[in-house]
């Protein structure tokens, strides 16, 4: 090393991995974080009822540049080890006799989706959990039927979801471009992002976890997600509940593979979705956004989401909007 070469600053530590949850300790964590007053009858919002009118008007007042950035990833029609089920699309005219006709035509396609796939973009309502036998709230699970879903489904956000997102982005906190499969991220983790982007996640925010999961398959090629993937630790669904939070996004879908709970494959989404009530966005796109807010030293901004119109249905395919 020459006299004037520095030497480089050392990576930063990486985090010791946080310890497995019995069945018991899950249980008691569920026991904890579960709404105490899910008032409402079928048309019980969850954590939304945090989005008051006021919050809403709060978030557009932070609108500073008017640029809008798309959190969805582009629908996936090729399988692959993490859409055995792709979404399928097919035109269905015009033909060709009917391209070459003189006068007026029209084209038309066709479209079918796995809605909670471990690909697509897509939002989970508050019916789309079962444990033990009931859904948020209480709410027996044989309101789910074949048919349908009887309460808590897609038509509590028929307005959409309005009000102010944050981001944490994780693999900057640990300066990696994203967090290898099997990581989990604490409540400690979720803190330092805070304290590092200079942000605050409040009461009524929709919260969104990067973990670099995008990232990570545009550069190495998708991979089977349901053994390995990146995502919180149940316990960190506590920093949520003391926020107050209205909505939980992800890169990924929020929960780790390998469970941290033997027996729960989905710890993370019991929490959210069937005891706090929130609303999951799985398999958003943060990479533009995260640039984005790095430019701007911003890291919350409006957020806009609009779900199908699917009265009955668990979820959605969505395309979040940001606005900053």
């Known amino acids: 090393m020459t006299s004037h070469q520095q030497p480089l600053p050392a990576p930063p530590a990486q985090p010791a991995a946080p310890q497995p949850l019995s069945e018991a300790a899950f249980r008691e964590l569920y026991r904890r974080l579960r709404d105490p007053n899910p008032d409402g009858g ?6 939304l009822d945090r989005l008051t009118p006021e919050r809403v008007v709060a978030a557009a007042a932070e609108v500073r540049c008017g640029r809008t950035v798309s959190l969805a990833a582009p629908v996936e029609t090729r399988p692959g080890p993490d859409s055995p089920e792709p979404a399928t699309h097919r035109m269905t005219a015009p033909t060709h006799r009917e391209s070459a006709e003189p006068g007026l035509t029209f084209a038309r396609d066709r479209f079918a989706m796995n809605v909670h796939g471990d690909v697509d973009s897509h939002l989970d309502a508050l019916c789309h959990v079962i444990f033990d036998g009931e859904l948020y709230g209480g709410v027996p699970s044989s309101t789910v039927t074949p048919d349908g879903a ?7 956000v028929r307005d959409g979801i309005v009000g102010r997102g944050v981001l944490l982005d994780i693999p900057r906190l640990r300066g990696v471009p994203w967090l290898e499969p099997g990581a989990q991220v604490t409540a400690e983790d979720l803190v330092a992002a805070e304290t590092a982007q200079g942000t605050t996640v409040g009461p009524g925010d ?5 973990v670099g999961h995008r990232l990570r398959r545009r550069d190495l ?3 089977d997600v349901t053994r390995a993937r990146a995502g919180l630790h149940p316990t960190a669904m506590g920093f949520l509940a003391e926020r107050h939070v209205s909505v939980l996004g992800s890169d990924g879908n929020s929960d780790a593979a390998p469970s941290a709970v033997a027996g729960v494959a989905f710890p993370v989404h019991v929490l959210a979705v069937n005891a706090m009530g929130l609303h ?4 958003l796109d943060f990479e533009e956004l995260a640039e984005v807010c790095e430019e701007q030293g911003r890291w919350h901004f409006l957020c806009v989401v609009a779900p199908l119109r699917l009265p009955a249905a668990t979820g959605s395919p969505v395309n979040p909007i940001a606005v900053l």
Do not use: H, I, K, S
């Open 42 to 47: 079928e048309e019980r919002r969850g954590a």
């Open 150 to 156: 009887g309460a808590l489904t897609l038509d509590l």
């Open 206 to 210: 929709l919260l969104f976890v990067r």
């Open 221 to 223: 090629g998708p991979w």
């Open 280 to 283: 999951l966005l799985d398999y």
